[in-house]
């Protein structure tokens, strides 16, 4: 066999032995894998450097990240980061293309170009620079220079060095895209914080710290608050940029080794070692640092151009220890931050067991309604609503819940929490697809068949986006005539959502549907709302009736909607009409639809059909 031979086959082992490396190489070695090879090659060509180049995801600058160099050479890789691409001068743009660039004297370049500056400045002679691509995407290049000598690269060697430059880019891409799976894995891609995953795991090790110096560790669960509206007004994309800010101002202010994380939405955790076996030392250390957290929000001028007011609310749970599950620990700091929530917000409050106590009832509670609407424990009852002199056109549907051991509870029971969980959406739905399940049945009997019901609908029930189409399926499945269906919004639903709220609006009046507004002046009262929306009728909020005889302010009001309707053309209801005083002043003032005890209080079906046959007419 020739010297030439020998070579040749001594040049391929070794383009061989390096490629196997490379494919049984984990994503952690890639960086040992490539220093070594780089290192062979420059041995095996006698060469003065041999290095790899990456490019910015921009492809705007190129660092060295990996570089051997024989004994006798200076290293360059410290002055060669982050130079910008342009430097390359023609060979960036041939290295887009996949073009090596093989220079075997470089005194042949033009001495004014940006390629002959580059080279010549680091002293070298002779080069090869393989081009590192991804597809159609250009991520680095591995070269080989020689400063001492010229030196050219037959085509063989050149394909074998290609073959070597192809795995040192696949061993780069497999440790990107594993490095960006564990960084999807562990960290919050909106704001760059630990996720909830990795938060779980730093709580636990934080426990087992805890047990072993018996210092106390703080978990504080933080809100932000209002950011719904923030959302609502601004969009999700101001929204994700307004976390990002609030997660880097917490974060600066935070003592070294404590972590922050992001929960989920616009929540966040954050783990302080306190260094301290004393509760009261640990409680002083939290609302130390609570301000600090605070503080950081409400000046912070990035976050004051997109929202005038940045606070949060802050709930700490103590712990020593591992005597609780992870699980525990955050739903305690929750509580605790529901409670700063529930007294207004951009406060700070420590669980304590009565607040857990709280919970379980809460949690008791949920469960119970869940079962109660599995089981139809929910009885519908209706209170009469008549029209001057006394005619009873139907009821308005009010909701009791027969509790296996409660007893038969009313709304004031569990409405509000219902409201507070989200449960009202389901509850709702029942109540309304019931009441027109009794719709249909009144509407087969020639006597019962023109009775109106008048149902309450939830401002949750209006924000579902299918809450069109859920009536629509009800009304088409009981088959009633829609015109004696009456919906009942309060004014609070128009402000929060009121484009949308007349969107639904309009499409539930075209099938026949009419809406009525409770609780009419008792809270946002506009006649730019009245104007556009497709009411039937106002009610006047049993507030105003009850001392309609004593309050002038009341009777005032009281007139000014009633003269509103009829302005307006709407039909005027009075709700919580108790006496007969009160019913003859409703009617001087021109208001002729009732409802009240004076006529009935809230009755089951039996009652109520009972009623309607005994009353003909209520005359003042």
Same mark, same amino acid.
């Given at each position: 066999m020739s010297v030439n031979q020998d070579y040749n086959v001594a040049f391929f082992r070794l383009v061989a032995a390096i490629s196997a490396e490379f494919v049984l190489s984990s994503a952690n070695e890639v960086d040992d894998v490539i220093n070594k090879a780089i290192s062979r090659i420059g041995m095996f060509y006698g060469a003065d450097r041999c290095y790899v180049f990456m490019f910015s995801a921009d492809l705007v600058t190129a660092s060295n990240t990996h570089e051997w160099c024989a004994s006798d050479v200076s290293p360059q890789k410290s002055c060669l980061q982050n130079l910008a691409s342009a430097e390359f001068g023609g060979w960036f743009s041939s290295w887009q293309e996949g073009e090596i660039s093989r220079i075997a004297d470089i005194s042949v370049l033009e001495h004014t170009s940006n390629e002959y500056q580059l080279l010549a400045s680091?002293?070298?002679?002779? %080069?090869? +620079?393989?081009?590192?691509?991804?597809? =159609?995407?250009?991520?680095? +290049?591995?070269?080989?220079d020689m400063v001492k000598q010229l030196q050219d690269w037959p085509e063989a060697e050149v394909a074998g060095l290609s073959l070597i430059a192809g795995n040192i880019c696949g061993a780069l891409l497999r440790k990107e895209a594993e490095e960006k799976a564990e960084s999807l894995s562990f960290y919050d891609t909106v704001t760059g914080l630990a996720n909830r995953q990795l938060m779980l795991d730093r709580i636990h090790q934080a426990q087992l710290q805890s047990h072993r110096n018996q210092f106390y560790v703080a978990l504080l669960f933080i809100d932000v608050d209002d950011f719904k509206t923030l959302n609502d007004s601004l969009g999700f994309s101001k929204g994700d940029e307004v976390l990002k800010l609030i997660g880097q101002a917490l974060q600066s202010v935070l003592p070294q080794g404590d972590t922050i994380g992001r929960f989920s939405a616009d929540e966040f955790l954050v783990l302080s070692e306190l260094f301290t076996a004393e509760r009261c030392k640990a409680v002083q250390a939290v609302t130390e640092l609570a301000a600090r957290l605070q503080y950081a929000l409400l000046f912070n001028h990035d976050l004051m151009s997109l929202r005038e007011k940045n606070t949060i609310s802050i709930g700490c749970t103590l712990f020593l220890g591992g005597q609780h599950d992870t699980d525990v620990l955050i739903t305690q700091a929750d509580l605790a931050t529901y409670q700063v929530k529930q007294a207004g917000g951009n406060g700070l409050s420590f669980f304590d067991m009565t607040l857990q106590e709280q919970a379980?009832? #809460?949690?008791?509670? *949920?469960?119970?309604? $869940?079962?109660?609407l599995n089981q139809a424990q929910f009885e519908l009852f209706y209170q009469p609503q008549l029209v001057h002199p006394g005619v009873v056109l139907g009821a308005e549907v009010l %909701? #009791?819940? $027969?509790?296996?051991?409660?007893?038969l509870l009313g709304p004031d029971a569990f409405i509000r929490f219902a409201e507070e969980t989200g449960l009202i959406v389901e509850i709702g739905e029942y109540v309304l697809f019931h009441a027109c399940k009794q719709l249909a049945v009144w509407q087969q009997t020639p006597s019962t068949a023109r009775l109106e019901l008048s149902v309450n609908i939830s401002a949750k029930q209006l924000k579902q986006a299918n809450f069109?189409?859920?009536?629509?399926?009800? %009304?088409?499945? @009981? *088959?009633?005539? &829609?015109? *004696? !269906?009456?919906?009942?919004? @309060?004014?609070?639903? !128009?402000?929060?959502?009121?484009?949308?709220?007349?969107g639904i609006m309009q499409i539930l009046q075209a099938k026949g549907i009419r809406f009525s507004l409770d609780d009419f002046g008792t809270g946002y009262s506009s006649l730019v709302y009245l104007k556009r929306l497709p009411l039937y009728q106002?009610?006047?909020?049993?507030?105003?009736? *009850?001392?309609?005889?004593t309050d002038e302010n009341d009777q005032a009001i009281a007139k000014m909607i009633i003269l509103l309707g009829q302005t307006l053309g709407l039909e005027v209801m009075a709700e919580g009409v108790e006496t007969v005083e009160q019913l003859k002043t409703l009617f001087k003032l021109g208001c002729y639809h009732y409802q009240g005890y004076y006529f009935s209080k809230p009755l089951p079906l039996n009652l109520f059909e009972h009623y309607? &046959?005994? =009353?003909? #007419?209520?005359?003042?």
């Amino acid at each position: 066999m020739s010297v030439n031979q020998d070579y040749n086959v001594a040049f391929f082992r070794l383009v061989a032995a390096i490629s196997a490396e490379f494919v049984l190489s984990s994503a952690n070695e890639v960086d040992d894998v490539i220093n070594k090879a780089i290192s062979r090659i420059g041995m095996f060509y006698g060469a003065d450097r041999c290095y790899v180049f990456m490019f910015s995801a921009d492809l705007v600058t190129a660092s060295n990240t990996h570089e051997w160099c024989a004994s006798d050479v200076s290293p360059q890789k410290s002055c060669l980061q982050n130079l910008a691409s342009a430097e390359f001068g023609g060979w960036f743009s041939s290295w887009q293309e996949g073009e090596i660039s093989r220079i075997a004297d470089i005194s042949v370049l033009e001495h004014t170009s940006n390629e002959y500056q580059l080279l010549a400045s680091q002293g070298i002679k002779s %080069l090869l +620079m393989i081009p590192l691509r991804s597809n =159609t995407r250009l991520i680095g +290049m591995f070269g080989i220079d020689m400063v001492k000598q010229l030196q050219d690269w037959p085509e063989a060697e050149v394909a074998g060095l290609s073959l070597i430059a192809g795995n040192i880019c696949g061993a780069l891409l497999r440790k990107e895209a594993e490095e960006k799976a564990e960084s999807l894995s562990f960290y919050d891609t909106v704001t760059g914080l630990a996720n909830r995953q990795l938060m779980l795991d730093r709580i636990h090790q934080a426990q087992l710290q805890s047990h072993r110096n018996q210092f106390y560790v703080a978990l504080l669960f933080i809100d932000v608050d209002d950011f719904k509206t923030l959302n609502d007004s601004l969009g999700f994309s101001k929204g994700d940029e307004v976390l990002k800010l609030i997660g880097q101002a917490l974060q600066s202010v935070l003592p070294q080794g404590d972590t922050i994380g992001r929960f989920s939405a616009d929540e966040f955790l954050v783990l302080s070692e306190l260094f301290t076996a004393e509760r009261c030392k640990a409680v002083q250390a939290v609302t130390e640092l609570a301000a600090r957290l605070q503080y950081a929000l409400l000046f912070n001028h990035d976050l004051m151009s997109l929202r005038e007011k940045n606070t949060i609310s802050i709930g700490c749970t103590l712990f020593l220890g591992g005597q609780h599950d992870t699980d525990v620990l955050i739903t305690q700091a929750d509580l605790a931050t529901y409670q700063v929530k529930q007294a207004g917000g951009n406060g700070l409050s420590f669980f304590d067991m009565t607040l857990q106590e709280q919970a379980n009832q #809460r949690l008791n509670l *949920a469960n119970e309604l $869940r079962q109660a609407l599995n089981q139809a424990q929910f009885e519908l009852f209706y209170q009469p609503q008549l029209v001057h002199p006394g005619v009873v056109l139907g009821a308005e549907v009010l %909701l #009791r819940w $027969r509790h296996p051991e409660r007893g038969l509870l009313g709304p004031d029971a569990f409405i509000r929490f219902a409201e507070e969980t989200g449960l009202i959406v389901e509850i709702g739905e029942y109540v309304l697809f019931h009441a027109c399940k009794q719709l249909a049945v009144w509407q087969q009997t020639p006597s019962t068949a023109r009775l109106e019901l008048s149902v309450n609908i939830s401002a949750k029930q209006l924000k579902q986006a299918n809450f069109s189409d859920k009536v629509l399926e009800i %009304l088409k499945h @009981t *088959a009633i005539d &829609a015109s *004696a !269906l009456k919906l009942e919004l @309060t004014e609070s639903v !128009l402000v929060e959502d009121f484009d949308n709220v007349i969107g639904i609006m309009q499409i539930l009046q075209a099938k026949g549907i009419r809406f009525s507004l409770d609780d009419f002046g008792t809270g946002y009262s506009s006649l730019v709302y009245l104007k556009r929306l497709p009411l039937y009728q106002l009610k006047v909020d049993r507030s105003f009736v *009850a001392d309609l005889l004593t309050d002038e302010n009341d009777q005032a009001i009281a007139k000014m909607i009633i003269l509103l309707g009829q302005t307006l053309g709407l039909e005027v209801m009075a709700e919580g009409v108790e006496t007969v005083e009160q019913l003859k002043t409703l009617f001087k003032l021109g208001c002729y639809h009732y409802q009240g005890y004076y006529f009935s209080k809230p009755l089951p079906l039996n009652l109520f059909e009972h009623y309607l &046959a005994k =009353t003909s #007419r209520l005359l003042i």
